[in-house]
């Protein structure tokens, strides 16, 4: 299976992943160290993404709870 980059941006700094084709957001996050219960919304060009939906290609920005988290 063919990996793909993934760019995680979060507070004002960036990782770089590669994780499987096909894997969820979540995986992603995991590999980039991202605490998920400090994550309040994942953002990919203009469209909110799921945790469990396949992570696209490219730059993933994650934002923190609305409550702080």
């Known amino acids: 299976m063919d ?3 993934i760019r995680v ?3 004002g700094s960036s990782l ?5 084709r096909g894997a969820p957001v979540r995986r ?7 605490d998920l219960s400090h994550v ?3 953002v990919w060009d203009w469209r909110l993404l799921d ?6 290609a490219g730059e993933i920005c994650v934002l923190p ?5």
Do not use: K, N
Request: charged residues 30%; glycine residues 12%; proline residues 9%.
């Open 28 to 34: 992603a996050l995991q590999e980039a160290g991202v």
């Open 65 to 69: 709870p609305l409550d702080g988290g």
């Open 9 to 11: 941006l979060l507070d």
């Open 40 to 42: 309040g919304m994942v």
């Open 3 to 5: 990996d793909i980059r």
């Open 16 to 20: 770089s992943v590669r994780v499987p």
């Open 51 to 56: 945790l469990d939906e396949e992570v696209p």
